[in-house]
């Protein structure tokens, strides 16, 4: 192929697609990440705002809520990098399992609670 024929196609040819193109070079990984900061950003909006509080708070608050099956509001939090990211769940806690607390499907590490709120 000479120049001639090259130029001619990228000038009435070619049509370049821009960014759309790279979308497929993204990792799953750092979609997943996109979309989990995409989140967290949406909820931080309109989360209720709870005090942090101890582990020994944290337990009784969380034991009573199993015996009485009350749902609960908890903040947890994940380090990322430098960054503290923090999540919320809300439902029933269904069971305890290696450190880690089932809240509906969800499971999070006990130590990762910042603070809980029983719903009445």
Known sequence: M?????????????????VQKWQGY???DHTQHLRE????VQQATTWE???AMNRTEISQ?????????????LIWQRTS???????QA???????EDGLLRINS????????VAIKRKN
Do not use: C
Request: glycine share 6%; aromatic share 12%.
């Open 106 to 113: 969800q499971l999070i590490p006990f130590e990762r609670i």
């Open 90 to 96: 809300q439902g029933r806690v269904t069971g305890n």
């Open 81 to 87: 990098g430098l960054e503290n990211q923090y999540f």
């Open 61 to 73: 608050e969380l034991q009573y809520a199993v015996r009485k099956r009350q749902p609960v509001t």
């Open 37 to 40: 900061r995409h989140q967290a």
């Open 26 to 28: 993204f990792l799953s």
């Open 49 to 51: 705002r709870i005090p």
């Open 2 to 18: 000479n120049d001639r024929v090259a130029q001619q196609f990228f000038a009435h040819d070619y049509h370049d697609r821009g």
